[in-house]
């Protein structure tokens, strides 16, 4: 068998496992199933291609038909207790060092992903691929404060992230790490989190304190 022939059949039958895997996420729920599993992230996805609704849902197939399996692991109690203490340290500096405050909670977002059985950080994109299909509602919160860390120091103030984008970051992430850090869900795609039910629910600021500086 030619090389040639082996390649088009691999295509063909990726294409084919796509397919089936898109149908069989519409059957459980309907022509709506996709956009009812990701809710918002549905809505994203859409947006990245122009509102080429096809493409989105062939994007968000191929993401279930890679991560829909995983299994998240149970974080033990000691385990719990140092994400937990990290980012509670994470906000308490955001007021002098907001910079290194957003950074750490990416680091942290990637390190309990990867503690709960997802892919490690170092494949970011993927990461973010299968916390999609798991956590869907929370998911940007991630991406937000992701690139509020990568954003450079210097540079024109369009390419910097403000203290306010940062902050909004900060929240948003929160979201995620209250899905993360507590008890695994049997529930599949969109995961919501009770933010704060085990510990206050309130960042070390908020929307009618004064903005903390920039460091």
């Avoid at 122009?50 to 829909?68: C, F, P, S």
């Avoid at 309990?112 to 973010?128: S, T």
Wanted: aromatic share 4%; hydrophobic share 40%; glycine share 8%.
């Amino acid at each position: 068998m030619s090389t040639g022939l082996i390649i088009a059949i691999v295509i063909v039958a990726a294409v084919v496992v796509v397919a089936a895997v898109l149908l069989a996420v519409r059957s459980r729920g309907g022509p709506q199933g996709l956009k009812r599993r990701f809710g918002p992230e549905y809505e994203r996805t859409v947006a990245q291609h122009g509102g080429d609704t096809k493409a989105a849902e062939r994007e968000l197939a191929e993401r279930v038909q890679r991560h829909g399996s995983l299994h998240e692991r149970e974080l033990d109690p000691a385990e719990r207790e140092r994400f937990t203490a990290r980012w509670t340290t994470a906000q308490e500096h955001f007021v002098d060092s907001p910079r290194e405050s957003v950074t750490e909670a990416d680091r942290l977002l990637a390190e309990l992903a990867a503690a709960r059985g997802f892919p490690a950080g170092a494949q970011y994109d993927e990461q973010v691929a299968a916390l999609s299909v798991h956590h869907a509602d929370h998911v940007d919160g991630y991406r937000r404060v992701h690139r509020a860390a990568l954003a450079p120091v210097g540079g024109s103030p369009l390419s910097q992230a403000g203290t306010e984008e940062m902050r909004t970051a900060m929240i948003e992430a929160r979201s995620l790490f209250e899905d993360l850090v507590g008890p695994a869900s049997h529930e599949h795609g969109r995961h919501r989190a009770d933010v704060g039910a085990d510990s206050g629910g309130h960042l070390p600021w908020s929307a009618n304190r004064s903005r903390p500086k920039e460091s």
